[in-house]
Nanobody
Framework: QVQLVESGGGLVQAGGSLRLSCAYS????????IRWYRQAPGKQRELVAAITNGGSLNYTDSVKGRFTISRDNAKNTVYLQMNSLRPEDTALYYCNADQGPKKYDYWGQGTQVTVSS
């Protein structure tokens, strides 16, 4: 089992920055990848960024050049640095991890990001 706890959300003006944190614990040795998703009201959940166990990074097109995903293994934490925030980035941001060969899915409780215009 893997436990995920997000933090760092808040209210920010357009053009501002926030850093989200996802602290992971439990059976972390078999995590394959950790991802950030977001879901805005009335919209489907979308993948924002991902970091694999091997260090590969992926971003959705709308955040490329603005968001950076990184990992601190000593702190068992994955970060999402979000710069140049836009009102359309407003959403509930979730941390997700898949574990083991069967890729069991785990989710955090989410952290709200609100960007005012």
């Amino acid at each position: 089992q893997v436990q995920l706890v997000e933090s760092g959300g808040g209210l920010v003006q357009a053009g501002g920055s926030l850093r989200l944190s996802c602290a992971y614990s439990g059976s972390i040795f078999s995590i394959n990848a950790i991802r950030w998703y977001r879901q805005a009201p009335g919209k489907q959940r979308e993948l924002v960024a991902a970091i694999t166990n091997g260090g590969s990074l992926n971003y959705t097109d709308s955040v490329k050049g603005r968001f950076t995903i990184s990992r601190d293994n000593a702190k068992n934490t994955v970060y999402l640095q979000m710069n140049s925030l836009r009102p359309e980035d407003t959403a509930l941001y979730y941390c997700n991890a898949d574990q083991g060969p069967k890729k069991y899915d785990y989710w955090g409780q989410g952290t709200q990001v609100t960007v005012s215009s």
